[in-house]
């Protein structure tokens, strides 16, 4: 935390921990600042002397805590959170005794409170993160007011499009808003052009629900803070802070301050595990590997003394430098590095560490071998310009194979005689979801580019492997299920028609005295395949030139079987096996549990031998996060859904943030400046999150009851024990009016004490209470702490069971309610096992997808539910039966909300595009896209966007939230009092249908 003159000028330190201080808040006298910090693990509050000095801890919650608004008379602050209670809630936190009390609850996400001077409390309610400034949808964040007096809530600018930092000043609310909103997501191959900022689609300072009192175009305003009792305000925008006096035009203020580095920037590691690459010399007598993002050679063959393990680094690149293959001669590496962008081909001679680049262009580059006769480098290149490539020793001559664009590691194989190549290739919309989708073994004539389907088989085929005499096809396949149920094992095509039938074939291998010539009759080859192991193959598999043995990985070791499939064994113990690659001594280079080793697999025993090493290696902290920065970019630019970047400039947004990167001194900022980059594109499922460390949280028990705030004797008066918490039973029993005195011997209130002395680190432990019931008499109470999350499940559980129960009751037993929390496997199986239980005699079905992150499950849910029922089965004595089961066949209604996120929204969505359903409640988020996660080199995880979905007319889910047929709302004073008037419409919607 730091303070300046809000004219400008040098800025003074006031807090200095080497965790994270954040969001300050001045006390209205101007001596104290309240600020969150992570310095314990997780955000909790400090008071610290305006001029600096010792903090002073306030809370002590682990679910986090950040002060938001001082009370006039500077004894109070107002923060969010739940602490017991249910819901969302805005809390007062008494500064003096700590003492918190809540000051009303919202189904909905609620932050921002302020106190305005009329009594009231402003605050913002939904809100997604302040990143998505330019967000515009049903989950933005609004402007609201709650009434302490008469419980009033208000809106007070309810746009549909974000409010965010509300501050309040002499002339009134202010907020940062928009008046229009930016183009974002578009149409099916329909890219939008490049989005043109104007002052009305970038947010700005505003009255709230009012004019725009500044006009940036572009770079908009942010955090901003206002003096209470003047008309001056304050904000950030593009990294610069500005003042604003009345009416008078924003004034850039120039700040200067002196920092210094709080923890070191360089570290020194000792490195003697946890290899991603390996390749053994051709002679024999040193492995050139990489660790930690460097390439290294290190000797096979060790001296003695201390120092006989140390290995050479070769490269000194902040990124990723990966994937070392010796030429055959020995005289050079190549190698994959991200040093110029793209994670592009590199050689570089070993003696003098001259590194050239090999391919210049923007594509990453991976699978690289030498071909069969070992005087070409052959690489995978991704891209739309994608596909099989070599080049030869020297690192020139690069040649395309074939094309195959895409952003797919597709495995190869050269044929022995180099003719042909057999990959792997996705077989697309044969998968239920297309990452499911089954892949086919290729093969290509390198002479025509042309490709051949040889398996023709829906399945999982992978790995094709060419036998050395080229008379066979191998490769992996789940076909047939396999005896472990892993997988179908390994298949061999006979690349000519055998002449007998497989069970009377005697395969031996004869080993070839020149290269054979592969030679193939693609006449009804896919239907030649057999399985000839049925060990399932899980990784790499080479055939031995020697003796025609196929090695291979399987349950994390190496396994070997004979040329004809027999006798397979396992080589290795104990798993942990990561890569196997055949040597041109015949040995093989193992990598496994993150070391390097050598296996004599010809030998008997096939023993394997540990090739330590010792790399001594400084880690610069500012490096790896600048090569972190570039490798986010790098994977955004690459596998970004939308190659339009939603009309957003990528390239522009790298040079714009990366200025950044100087000033970095945690790993959350960082994290924060990836957000901020990513956050311009208006995409969903694209948050970052910090690298690892720091201090470790405590965690909170709950009470395992809720709370009378309104006691403010001695002890904790119990408001409420919500049926199957703890305290509802019998043996446990707490009554409401009961006051809890102590808690395994120490008094309590409901301050923060409760946690720091009583609650923390106590879920699963037992509560021993002095409780004095309502007649003064008092006793023992005990059980285990719960913890919120329980509580929480708890309490949704008991709120289903009532709604169904009001449904079946209202309808008269007509019709039938489930809940789906979330579009994942527990929850669909949950989905069946209520609605079969429930359906029988039901002549309507309300499915409620209302507070439900997502998932992939929506097509598998929609499956069902179209079934209809084509037969009746009778068995003797009983009614018939309708055939199949599982097949509702009667009218639905889904009830969707602003808190139906993701998969959430792809269900209603779909269920209308059926005409499965009628749709109840209020428009969805827009926040919709298939995603899979990145961890990039610093630690800092990240998710990539990589799959838009679209409505069959080619709208996006993505910012276009999926609109009812009946849109209505839910108010919290009807929530909180047990009325759903969505539920109520859903009721009537559908008994309208069945009468």
């Given amino acids: 935390i730091w303070t300046v003159n809000a004219d400008g000028g040098r800025a003074e330190p006031i807090t200095n921990n080497v965790e994270m201080d954040d969001n300050p808040v001045w006390s209205p006298d101007g001596k104290w600042i309240a600020f969150s910090s992570s310095r314990n693990g997780n955000a909790d509050i400090y008071l610290v002397p305006a001029e600096g000095g010792s903090p002073r801890r306030l809370t002590y919650y682990s679910g986090g805590d950040v002060p938001q608004a001082w009370s006039a008379d500077g004894k109070k602050l107002l923060i969010t959170g739940t602490r017991d209670m249910p819901e969302n809630g805005v809390l007062e936190l008494d500064i003096a005794t700590a003492r918190f009390k809540p000051l009303f609850t919202d189904m909905m996400s609620i932050g921002n409170p302020r106190y305005l001077e009329d009594g009231r409390i402003l605050y913002t309610r939904f809100g997604f993160p302040w990143v998505r400034a330019r967000y515009a949808g049903s989950a933005a964040s609004q402007l609201w007011a709650f009434d302490p007096k008469t419980n009033k809530r208000t809106a007070i600018a309810n746009t549909g499009r974000q409010n965010l930092w509300p501050a ?158 010796w030429t055959a001669d020995g005289t050079a590496l190549f190698f994959v590095s991200d040093r110029d962008g793209a994670e592009r081909l590199y050689r570089m001679n070993p003696e003098t560490k001259v590194v050239t680049a090999v391919t210049p262009d923007d594509a990453d580059i991976s699978q690289m071998k030498l071909t069969p006769n070992r005087k070409r480098l052959s690489f995978w290149k991704k891209g739309a310009e994608g596909g099989l490539y070599t080049c030869d020793l020297e690192g020139k001559d690069v040649k395309r194979v074939f094309k195959r664009s895409g952003n797919g590691d597709q495995d190869y194989s050269f044929s022995p005689d180099g003719r042909w190549v057999a990959y792997a290739e996705t077989l697309n919309e044969s998968g239920y979801y297309y990452w499911d989708a089954a892949r086919n073994i290729y093969i290509v004539d390198t002479a025509t580019g042309q490709g051949r389907d040889v398996t023709q088989i829906a399945v999982q085929n992978y790995t094709p492997r060419w036998t050395p005499d080229g008379k066979y096809l191998l490769f992996g396949s789940s076909r047939g299920g396999g005896r472990r149920g892993a997988g179908g094992g390994i298949f061999a095509i006979p690349l000519q028609p055998e002449d007998q039938r497989p069970a009377e074939l005697e395969l031996k291998f004869e080993k070839p005295k020149d290269t054979p010539k592969v030679e193939i009759d693609f006449e009804g080859i896919e239907t030649r395949a057999r399985q000839i192991v049925e060990q399932p193959l899980a990784g790499e598999m080479i055939t031995d030139p020697e003796n025609g043995a196929i090695l291979f990985m399987s349950e994390g070791d190496v396994w070997r079987a004979d040329y004809d499939g027999s006798n397979p064994r396992r080589l290795s113990q104990g798993g942990g096996v990561q890569s196997i690659e055949l040597n041109l001594d015949g040995t093989l280079s193992v990598i496994r549990n993150g070391s390097l080793n050598i296996m004599r697999h010809r030998a008997p025993q096939a023993p394997i031998e540990n090739v330590a090493f010792r790399a001594d290696w400084t880690r610069d902290v500012r490096k790896e996060r600048r090569a972190a920065f570039q490798q986010f970019w790098r994977e955004f630019n690459r596998g970004f859904y939308d190659a339009n970047f939603h009309g957003r400039d990528w390239v522009a947004l790298r040079k714009k943030y990366e200025r950044y990167l100087p000033s970095v001194g945690h790993r959350a900022e960082f994290a924060t400046i990836l957000n901020e980059m990513v956050g311009e594109l208006e995409s969903s499922h694209s948050e970052v999150g910090a690298a690892g460390g720091g201090p470790r949280s405590q965690t909170s028990a709950h009470l395992g009851f809720f709370v009378d705030y309104s006691y403010d004797g001695p002890g904790i008066k119990v408001r ?22 102590s808690i395994n011997g120490k008094d309590v209130r409901p301050d923060e004490a409760l946690y720091r002395d009583v609650l923390n680190e106590q879920v699963g432990r037992d509560l021993n209470m002095k409780v004095r019931g309502t007649e003064g008499v008092v006793r023992d109470v005990k059980y285990r702490a719960p913890s919120g999350g ?59 997808v209302r507070n439900n992150g997502g998932g992939n499950t929506s097509d598998q849910i929609i499956d069902i539910l179209e079934r209809r029922p084509n037969a009746f089965y009778q068995i003797r004595d009983e009614a018939p039966i309708l055939g199949p089961g599982q097949a509702p066949n009667v009218p639905m209604v889904v009830m969707h909300a602003e808190t139906s996120f993701s998969n959430a929204e792809m269900y209603p969505a779909a269920m209308k595009a059926r005409g499965l359903a009628k749709l109840v409640g209020k428009p969805t988020p827009g926040y919709v896209i298939y995603t899979y996660g990145l961890q990039l080199v610093d630690g800092t995880s990240a998710r990539m966007p990589s799959t838009g979905a679209f409505r069959l007319d080619g709208s996006p889910l993505e910012n276009m939230g999926q609109e009812p047929d009946f849109d209505v709302d839910i108010t919290p004073e009807q929530y909180l009092s047990g009325i759903d008037p969505q539920l109520d419409k859903a009721i009537e919607v559908l008994m309208r249908e069945i009468k």
């Avoid at 409420?720 to 005195?741: C, F, H, I, Q």
């Fill in 168 to 325: 309040v000043s002499s002339r009134g609310i202010l907020t940062v808003t928009s008046d229009k909103v930016a183009p974002s997501s578009s149409y099916v191959n329909k890219p939008i052009g490049r989005v043109n900022f104007t002052a009305e689609n970038t947010p700005n300072v505003h009255l709230a629900g009012g004019k725009a009192l500044t006009n940036f175009a572009g770079d908009g305003a942010r955090f901003l803070t206002a003096g209470a009792k003047t008309d001056r305000y304050a904000f950030e925008r593009d990294g610069e802070v500005y003042v604003v006096d009345g009416n008078s035009a924003p004034k850039k203020i120039s700040i200067t301050a002196s920092i210094d580095d709080k923890m070191p920037i360089e570290e020194r590691l000792v490195l003697t595990e946890g290899v991603s690459g390996m390749s053994l010399a051709p002679k024999g007598d040193k492995v050139a590997f990489s660790v930690r993002g460097e390439i290294w050679t290190v000797p096979v063959k060790k001296g003695t003394g201390p120092n006989k393990d140390d290995a050479t680094q070769l490269t000194e690149w902040e990124g990723t430098d990966d994937q070392p293959i």
């Fill in 790 to 848: 329980e509580m929480s499940g708890i309490l949704f559980n008991t709120r289903l069971e009532a709604r169904r129960k009001y449904v079946e009751t209202k309808s008269g037993g007509k019709l039938t309610y489930t809940h789906i929390a979330g579009m994942g496997g527990a929850e669909l199986e949950r989905f069946n096992q209520q609605v079969w239980q429930r359906m029988p005699g039901k002549k309507g079905l309300i499915i409620d």
């Fill in 720 to 741: 409420a024990v919500p049926e199957r918490t703890p305290g509802w039973y019998a043996k446990s029993k707490l009554n409401p009016g009961d006051v809890v005195m």
